[in-house]
T-cell receptor, first 115, second 113 residues
Framework: AQTVTQSQPEMSVQEAETVTLSCTYD???????LFWYKQPPSRQMILVIR??????QNATENRFSVNFQKAAKSFSLKISDSQLGDTAMYFC????????????FGTGTRLKVLA | DVKVTQSSRYLVKRTGEKVFLECVQD?????MFWYRQDPGLGLRLIYF???????EKGDIPEGYSVSREKKERFSLILESASTNQTSMYLC????????????FGQGTRLTVV
């Protein structure tokens, strides 16, 4: 069974600084998709970024980028120029595109951006 | 935009009550999911459905059941609510066979007293 591990329950970063959130996963499959979600205090889960395992190039969305290391089964999220609005829970998720396309989530990292 | 709507944002129920959590999506998605979110445990899958009247157990189905009579609606049922079911419940949907992300509702915080 696939598992997703986020080893940092809480992190903080100064405004305008860069922070990296860690995520590792376990699977024997070669084709899968990885996601980072943000859950602000409003509770609405929002997709931050996604990565296809067959793509070697790391995904980037504005200030958000990932470091995808397939062999190491690592998928970290880098937030550059952190803003107060980045304060949220961040969840890493895994999805295998076969069968029922279930999404498996990690335990989350609570990020606080300090003014 | 995809919209997933959960019927209640906050709910307080008594122990032993039958509780219905409703979720509706407007994007004709085949897949619908119910997750439970607890601090330190992340999101855990309770049940999911990939078609009308079809359902499969997730990782923590005990004490829950589901109903999907129409494609757009997926209900989570607590047959006899207990205090250990106090939690945040999140509904999500996604299109079958596509590698897109899951889309979430705003969550229902359920308190069982």
């Amino acid at each position: 069974a696939q598992t997703v591990t986020q080893s940092q329950p809480e992190m903080s970063v100064q405004e305008a600084e860069t922070v990296t959130l860690s995520c590792t996963y376990d699977t024997s499959e070669s084709n899968y998709y990885l996601f980072w979600y943000k859950q602000p205090p409003s509770r609405q889960m929002i997709l931050v970024i996604r990565q296809e395992a067959y793509k070697q190039q790391n995904a980037t969305e504005n200030r958000f980028s990932v470091n995808f290391q397939k062999a190491a089964k690592s998928f970290s999220l880098k937030i550059s120029d952190s803003q107060l609005g980045d304060t949220a829970m961040y969840f890493c998720a895994f999805m295998m595109p076969s069968g029922t396309y279930k999404y498996i989530f990690g335990t989350g990292t609570r990020l606080k951006v300090l003014a | 935009d995809v919209k997933v709507t959960q019927s209640s944002r906050y709910l307080v129920k008594r122990t032993g009550e039958k509780v219905f959590l409703e979720c509706v999506q407007d994007m004709d998605h085949e897949n619908m999911f119910w997750y439970r979110q607890d601090p330190g445990l992340g999101l855990r899958l309770i049940y999911f459905s990939y078609d009308v009247k079809m359902k499969e157990k997730g990782d923590i189905p005990e004490g829950y059941s589901v109903s999907r009579e129409k494609k757009e609606r997926f209900s989570l049922i607590l047959e006899s609510a207990s205090t250990n079911q106090t939690s945040m419940y999140l509904c999500a949907s996604s299109p079958l066979g596509q590698t897109t992300e899951a889309f979430f509702g705003q969550g229902t915080r359920l308190t069982v007293v």
